[in-house]
């Protein structure tokens, strides 16, 4: 089962910032926190990972709570693009760890 | 930017008969991976591969499925004796293994038994 704990549904005005939560309250030391998304049947796209450093690349930023119980995935700018299904994913950081993933929270980005 | 490819993107193929679903991993990856997610359910995982053998398989990956890296570039999935309940699509992923980094993953093939 999943580790992790997302809204299943949320919704965004276009050019807003989206801000998708998660919570993996379990989380162990060794465990890093990944996203990514679905874009109707393609393959999930990787958007940005973590240990316990808030991240930040071009497509997303990634800010996660001291206690690493919670995590924020924000989308800075959304478009009609981003429109999605988002999964946070907790996973070991070494070797061949599988990806475990939930149900994720259905972005939906309104004109 | 570097990619992982799967061909075909649709197969369909006869219940009974045997599929081979191909992956080229981005090339300096070392760990490769299978998923499959059937029409309007989950991601799941089927099996990882690493240093030419299987680290880690799901339950669904039985004695049907079977996969092998024939060459250095190929990451290929075998389904002997195809069921209905096969038809899903089917995502090869690789990474480079070290330090978190993460896993990117193919467009899918569209399986379909018929």
């Known amino acids: ?111 | 930017e570097p990619e992982v490819t799967q061909t075909p993107s649709h197969q369909v193929t006869q219940m009974g008969q045997e599929v081979i679903l191909r992956c080229v991993p981005i090339s300096n990856h070392l760990y490769f991976y299978w998923y499959r997610q059937i029409l309007g359910q989950k991601v799941e995982f089927l099996v990882s591969f690493y240093n030419n053998e299987i680290s880690e398989k799901s339950e669904i990956f039985d004695d049907q499925f079977s996969v092998e890296r024939p060459d250095g570039s190929n990451f290929t999935l075998k389904i002997r004796s195809t069921k209905l309940e096969d038809s899903a699509m089917y995502f090869c992923a690789s990474s480079a293994g070290q330090g978190g980094q993460p896993q990117h993953f193919g467009d899918g093939t569209r399986l379909s038994i018929l």
């Open chain 1, 1 to 111: 089962d999943a580790k992790t704990t997302q809204p299943p549904s949320m919704d965004c005005a276009e050019g807003r910032a989206a801000n998708l939560p998660c919570n993996h309250s379990t989380i162990s030391g060794n465990e890093y926190v990944y996203w990514y998304r679905q874009i109707h049947s393609q393959g999930p796209q990787y958007i940005i990972h973590g240990l316990k450093n808030n991240e930040t690349n071009e497509m997303a930023s990634l800010i996660i709570t001291e206690d690493r119980k919670s995590s924020t995935l924000i989308l800075p700018h959304a478009t009609l693009r981003d429109t999605a299904v988002y999964y946070c994913i907790v996973r070991e950081y070494q070797g061949a760890q599988k990806l475990v993933f939930g149900q994720g929270t259905r972005l939906t980005i309104n004109p």
